[in-house]
C-alpha cells in the first residue's frame, strides 16, 4: 500500500559492528563514527523510512530551502510567532507544506478554529447582533429578538448595525472588537504580555467574548463549517475537535441541549464530506473545565457516557481543559474519572497534561496521572522530558503526544521554539503529533504554521520529507479512528501525498 519500509537491519548491523569496534582501536575509527551518525539519524521521526526516487528528489529540494532558512538574520522559529507570522509567510518551505497533505488535526479546540476576520466582518454584520463593554476591558456579544437584559460589570447593551450606521468609517469600531477575540497584536508581545498570568487571563477574556457569537444557533452552524472548510482548504483531511457543548440558543432566548449540539456537529460534518468527498470527516471529543467541583466532573462524565452511547461512531471520548496550573488536578478527579471502568461502559480519554513548566507540584503529576486512568493521547505533554518514568510509559502503551508549538509560545512555556522540549521527544522516534490548539486566538490558521515551526524548529537541518510523511501518518495512526477506518483514510491520505510529491517536483523543474 504505501513505500515504507523499516530500516532495522541498519541498526541491528550498526550495533554488531560498534560492539566489535568500539574500544578495540587506539584512535576513533571514522567508519565507527559513520556508524553512529547513521544510526542516530535513523532513530529520529521519519528515520527509518524508505524513500522513493521522487521523495529523494524533493527532499534534496527541501533541505536547499532549509538551509537558506535557517541562515537567515530572523529565524521565525527563534522569534515569537506574533512577529515571526509575516516572515513565515514569505517562507518557500511555508509554501510547500501548505500544499502537503498533512492527515490529521487531532488537538483543535471549538471556538478557536476560525480566523477572527471572519467572525467580525461576518458575524458581527448580522443583524440582531448587541455588544456591551466589561470592566476588564472586554466585550461580550448576544443575538436578541428583543432588547437583552443588562449584565453584571457591563455597559448598557447597543445594537452593532445602529452604532455602525451613525459612523462615518467602522473601521476602528471593527478594529477594537478584532482585538477582543485574539491574542495577536502588532504590539511587542513580550510587553503585551509579560507573564503567563497576564496572557492566560487575556486568552480567557477572549474566549469570553467570543462565547456569545458563537453560540447563536445559526452562527454556531457557519463557524462550525467554516472551520471545516479552514482546515480542508489547509490540506487537513481529518479532524478531531475539543467541544464544551454549550447550550446553542436562537434568537428569541430559547436554548438547545448537549445532544442537540453534537447532533449539530455531526449532521454539519456529514453535509461537509458529501461536498468534499476527499475529507476523511471529523470526531468530537467532549470537553469540560478541570476548575469544576467533583460532583460537576462526576455528572459531567456521566453523560459522557450516555453521549457516547447515543453518537458511538462520532463522539471520540472526554478531557479536561483550562489552564492546567490554575485548574485542580487530574487526581483529584479520580472517583468521577474512574466511573466507566466501574460501570463497564467504554469512555476514552484524551487528557491535557503537562502543559506546565512547574516542577514538584500536584499539577506537575497530571502526565502520570493521565497514563494510569488510560488517556489514549496526552494534550501538549510539555513536561514530558522530566518525567522519564511516564516518558517510557507512553512510548510502551503507544500513547502519542500532541504538541502544539504555537501555542506553547504564545502561552510563554518556551520562548525559542529550537529549545521547544518536543524536539528531543522526536530525535527518539517519541509518538509524536502536531496540532494547533488555538489557531483563531494565535493569529494563525489550518495546520501549516504550526508544521512549520515543528520542522524547521524542532528538526533544525537534520529533519527531512520522512519526518514530514511520519508526523502525517502518526496523526492517522495515532487517531481515534477504527483501524479499519485507519487503514481507508491512510490510503487516502497516500493518494494525495503522491500528488504532492509529483507535483512538487514539477514546480521545481518547472
Known sequence: MMPVQLQCPLVAVACVFMCCLFGTLSSPDPRVREALIELEASMQTGGQMVLTDAEQRLDALLFEMKQEEISRGDFPPAVHFFSAKRLIQRSPVFSLLQKMPKGGA??????SMVDVE?????????????????????????????????L???????LLENLRSKMVNATDLDNSIRGNLTLFTDQDPEVAFP???VVWDRFEQAFRAVWGLVTYAPVFRDYYYQGLTQFYTDNVMYLELRALLPEVYELDGSTHDRAWTLKTYQDITTQFVSKHPDFFGARIIITNQRRANRSAIAQAVEEAMKLKKDFPDFMAGFDLVGREDRGKPLWYFRDALSLPAEKGVTLPYFFHAGETD??????DQNLLDALLLNTSRIGHG???????????????????VEVCPISNQVLKLVKDLRNHPAAALMLENHPVVISSDDPAMFGASGLSYDFYEAFVGFGGIKSHIGSLKQLAINSIRYSSLSPRQQKEALVLWQKRWNTFVTESEFLKTN
Open 106 to 111: 487531532l488537538h483543535v479546540h471549538d471556538f
Open 118 to 150: 471572519w467572525l467580525v466582518k461576518n458575524v458581527t454584520y448580522r443583524p440582531h447582533c448587541y455588544m456591551c463593554s466589561t470592566d476588564e476591558p472586554s466585550f461580550r456579544f448576544i443575538f436578541s429578538s428583543q432588547w437583552p437584559k443588562p
Open 152 to 158: 453584571p460589570r457591563c455597559s448598557p447593551w447597543v
Open 195 to 197: 507573564s503567563q498570568d
Open 358 to 363: 512547574l516542577e514538584g507540584t500536584e499539577v
Open 382 to 400: 510539555f513536561a514530558l522530558v522530566r518525567h522519564p518514568v511516564a516518558k517510557d510509559l507512553s512510548r510502551k502503551k503507544g500513547v502519542a
